[in-house]
C-alpha cells in the first residue's frame, strides 16, 4: 500500500486524575519535519516522542498539539520552614528588647512572614506520565496513518487511470511513427516526379533522403524508455511502500522524453499527443508530490 503525506490524528485519554490530548497534521515535505507544540512540563518527553513517531511516518511536514491536564486534589505540598520561623522570631524578639516594646507575637502573625509557609509541587512519576502519553501518542498515528492509508489509496487508483491514458498516447505514437515516413517518401516521390515530369527518379537518392528524414523523426529509443517508466510506475504504486522520492524522479524522467519526442516530430498528429502526454505527466508529478 501508498500512503499519502496529508493525513489528520486526534486522541484524547483519560487515564485516572491525568487528561492527554494529542493533535496531529501533516501536509507533503521532502523530509520528515516535525514540529511539537506542548506543556513545558512535558518538554522532558521531547526526544522519545520524535523516536515514536519515525514508527509511523517517513516524510512530510507533520505539526503535533499536545495538551495535559491533571486533576489531582494534592498536586501540591505545604511546606513549614522552621528555620524561617526561628529567625524571624528571634529578631522580633529583639526588636522589643531593643525598643522597649511589649512582646505580643502571635504564632498567626509569625505564619504571614514570608517564606514560612511554602507551597512545593508534588514530584510526578515520569515513568508514569510517559506511559499514557505514549498510548495517547501511538491512538493518534494510528489514526493519522489510518488517513494517510486512505488518501493513498484513492491517490494510487487516480495515478494509475492516468499512466493508463499515457501508455495510450504512447501506442498511438508508436503505431503513427512509421507512416510519417512512409508519407514523407510518397510525398518526396510525387514532388520529384512532378518536378522532373518523364525523367527517370533516382531511388538510390530518394532512398537516402527519406533514410535522413527517418533518422531525424525516430523517436523508438525514447518511446521505448517511456514505456518502461510508465510501467516501472504503475509496478512500484502496486507494490507500494514508502516510493514518492523514487517516482519523482521517475517523472522526471518521463518528462524528459517526452520533450524530445515534441521536439522531433513534424506531424501534427504526434505532436498534440506528446502534448497531451506532457500534460498527463504533469498532472501525475503533482499528484506524486503527496506519496509518501
Not at 13 to 19: I, P, S, T, V, W
Not at 152 to 170: W, Y
Not at 216 to 235: F, G, M
Request: net charge negative; glycine share 4%.
Amino acid at each position: 500500500m501508498i500512503k499519502s503525506m496529508t493525513g489528520f490524528g486526534r486522541c484524547e485519554l483519560m487515564e485516572g486524575n491525568r487528561k492527554f490530548t494529542v493533535e496531529m497534521k501533516s501536509v507533503n515535505h521532502r523530509y520528515l519535519d516535525v514540529n511539537i507544540k506542548m506543556p513545558k512540563k512535558l518538554n522532558f518527553f521531547e526526544s522519545s516522542i520524535r523516536n515514536e513517531l519515525k514508527n509511523y511516518i517517513q516524510r512530510g511536514k507533520v505539526d503535533i498539539f499536545i495538551s495535559y491536564e491533571d486533576f489531582s486534589e494534592t498536586t501540591g505540598v505545604v511546606k513549614y520552614n522552621k528555620e524561617i520561623a526561628g529567625e524571624y522570631l528571634t529578631y522580633l524578639r529583639q526588636m522589643a528588647n531593643d525598643f522597649g516594646l511589649e512582646d505580643d507575637i502571635r504564632t498567626s502573625t509569625l505564619s504571614r512572614y514570608p517564606e514560612v509557609f511554602t507551597m512545593e509541587e508534588v514530584t510526578e512519576d515520569e515513568e508514569e506520565i510517559w506511559k499514557e502519553l505514549d498510548k495517547a501518542l501511538k491512538q493518534a498515528c494510528e489514526a493519522f496513518v489510518e488517513t494517510r492509508i486512505k488518501e493513498g489509496a484513492n491517490l494510487k487508483e487516480d495515478l494509475i487511470q492516468k499512466l493508463d491514458g499515457m501508455l495510450a498516447h504512447v501506442e498511438f505514437i508508436t503505431d503513427r511513427s512509421p507512416q510519417i515516413v512512409a508519407d514523407y517518401k510518397q510525398k518526396l516521390t510525387d514532388k520529384v516526379k512532378d518536378l522532373l515530369q518523364d525523367a527517370q527518379v533516382d531511388e538510390n537518392r530518394l532512398l537516402t533522403e527519406v533514410t535522413i528524414f527517418a533518422d531525424k523523426v525516430c523517436v523508438d529509443e525514447e518511446l521505448v524508455r517511456l514505456r518502461s517508466h510508465i510501467e516501472a510506475t504503475k509496478q512500484a504504486l502496486i507494490d507500494g511502500g514508502s516510493i514518492g522520492r523514487k517516482l519523482d524522479f521517475i517523472a522526471q524522467e518521463m518528462n524528459r522524453e517526452s520533450n524530445t519526442i515534441l521536439s522531433k516530430t513534424t506531424d501534427l498528429e504526434i505532436s498534440n499527443r506528446a502534448i497531451e502526454l506532457k500534460t498527463e505527466i504533469e498532472k501525475v508529478r503533482e499528484q506524486i508530490q503527496n506519496i509518501e
